[in-house]
């Protein structure tokens, strides 16, 4: 079973930054695709940003240019890195990992980001 753990989430100020981290339990290469998704009270949860395997990235356009998805593969670890932050992104941010081998979607359990002065 693979798990993913999610970390890095907290109170932040308006125009304030925070970087999200996402380990995973096997090398996370092995994954067709990695994201972050995000849900707030009362919302669906929606895409915030995502990985292909080959690198190539794809952005939520509420946040393109603010926040930057990255990976380490020696670390086993995806990150968000969020900057210029507003009160609308405050949210519970997931973790999620699709593997074909498995034909599967994993997910973390979540970590609050809340934006407010």
């Known amino acids: 079973q693979v798990q993913l753990v999610e970390s890095g989430g907290g109170l932040v100020q308006p125009g304030g930054s925070l970087r999200l981290s996402c380990a995973g339990s096997?090398?996370?290469?092995?994954?067709?695709?990695m994201g972050w998704y995000r849900q707030a009270p009362g919302k669906q949860r929606e895409l915030v940003a995502e990985?292909?395997?080959?690198?190539?990235?794809n952005y939520a356009v509420s946040v393109k240019g603010r926040f930057t998805i990255s990976r380490d593969n020696a670390k086993n670890t995806m990150y968000l890195q969020m900057n210029s932050l507003k009160p609308e992104d405050t949210a519970l941010y997931y973790c999620?990992?699709?593997?074909?081998?498995?034909?599967?979607?994993?997910w973390g359990q979540g970590t609050q980001v809340t934006v407010s002065s």
């Open positions: 999620n990992a699709y593997s074909i081998q498995d034909n599967a979607n994993y």
């Open positions: 096997r090398t996370i290469w092995s994954f067709s695709s």
């Open positions: 990985m292909s395997s080959g690198g190539s990235t």
